[in-house]
């Protein structure tokens, strides 16, 4: 009894562990992105081509970390789900 308890107390780690990977990557990039940018606009004179450059770079990095990030969480899903599936048959 204690052990089927305990697994449904932890439901959600994995779930915030997701949602806290997937929103540093959101967010990271992009603040590194802008202040990059503002820096180098304001250190060689061109308004905002730099922040531009670095926001745009941001945003594939954003968007490669994003796409890795949920297919390696999918695999993981799947491993888990085929685990279930193989303990309800040797059951």
């Known amino acids: 009894m204690a052990i089927n308890s305990n697994k449904s107390e932890n ?4 779930a915030l562990d ?9 967010v ?8 990059l940018g503002k820096w180098l606009d304001n250190k060689y004179d061109k308004s ?4 531009l ?6 945003f594939i990095i ?4 994003l796409v890795l990030n949920v297919l390696q969480a999918a695999r993981q899903m799947e491993k888990e789900a085929n685990k279930k599936k193989e303990e309800k048959i040797k059951i």
Do not use: Q, R
Not at 11 to 14: A, D, L, Q, S
Not at 28 to 35: E, K
């Open 11 to 14: 439901w959600w780690k994995p």
């Open 18 to 26: 997701l949602f806290a990977k997937i929103s540093g990557w959101i």
């Open 28 to 35: 990271i990039p992009i603040l590194i992105g802008l202040y």
């Open 48 to 51: 905002p081509t730099f922040l």
């Open 53 to 58: 450059i670095c926001v745009g770079v941001a």
């Open 62 to 65: 954003t968007n490669v970390g």
